[in-house]
């Protein structure tokens, strides 16, 4: 499966390479990774191709990790229809602070220790997960460079790793901590 495209630019700079070394390196012309980045244009796939090799080009020189290699799994998550107290349960017993929520394979929310605390005095142990959940958290491909998913924990809790149609992994700050020296 090919990955998207969209987030081009940011990966791109976070390597700190120009559009100009990725398009000799990706044998395209600037104007066209311009384009792809500002969304003006879809590359075929062999040149959308030619474009990823090069950013794996660069991470592999840079020695960047990707997720997968960072990445919790199995994903600890709860239904829209588990109670707090159940989600909570869960938080206690495997020492984290949120959770993806997912329904029939889809995620569709997350539950925050943050969220469930901006709700205190509204809710109970019995209060279903809908009632308090959050968006879901952004969903990345397992090759994804560890630099976006640093970004990306910037001003998220947590990002989902999905391999396949299913979500595989999750990354926290924690495990940006965990894995320092290897990123």
Do not use: C, W
Not at 26 to 43: D, H, T, W, Y
């Amino acid at each position: 499966m090919l990955r998207d495209l969209s987030s081009l630019g940011k990966e791109r700079k976070l390597l700190g390479i120009s559009q100009r070394e990725l398009a000799k390196m990706a044998g395209v012309s600037q104007s066209l990774i311009s384009k792809v980045e500002n969304g003006q244009m879809v590359p075929n796939y062999d040149v959308a191709l030619r474009i990823i090799r090069a950013l794996e080009l660069v991470r592999e020189k840079k020695g960047l990790s990707r997720a997968r290699e960072i990445m919790s799994s199995p994903v600890i998550s709860v239904s829209p229809k588990d109670s707090l107290k159940k989600a909570i349960s869960l938080m206690e017993e495997h020492g984290i602070s949120q959770l993806p929520v997912i329904s029939n394979g889809k995620v569709v929310g997350s539950l925050t220790e943050e969220a469930i605390i901006n709700r205190m005095g509204s809710i109970s142990m019995e209060t279903l997960v809908e009632e308090v959940m959050g968006s879901p958290f952004p969903i990345f491909p397992p090759d994804t460079s560890v630099a976006l998913i640093k970004e990306a924990l910037l001003y998220y809790q947590a990002v989902l790793i999905q391999e396949n149609g299913g979500i595989v992994g999750i990354v926290t700050k924690s495990d940006l901590v965990r894995n320092l020296e290897r990123i």
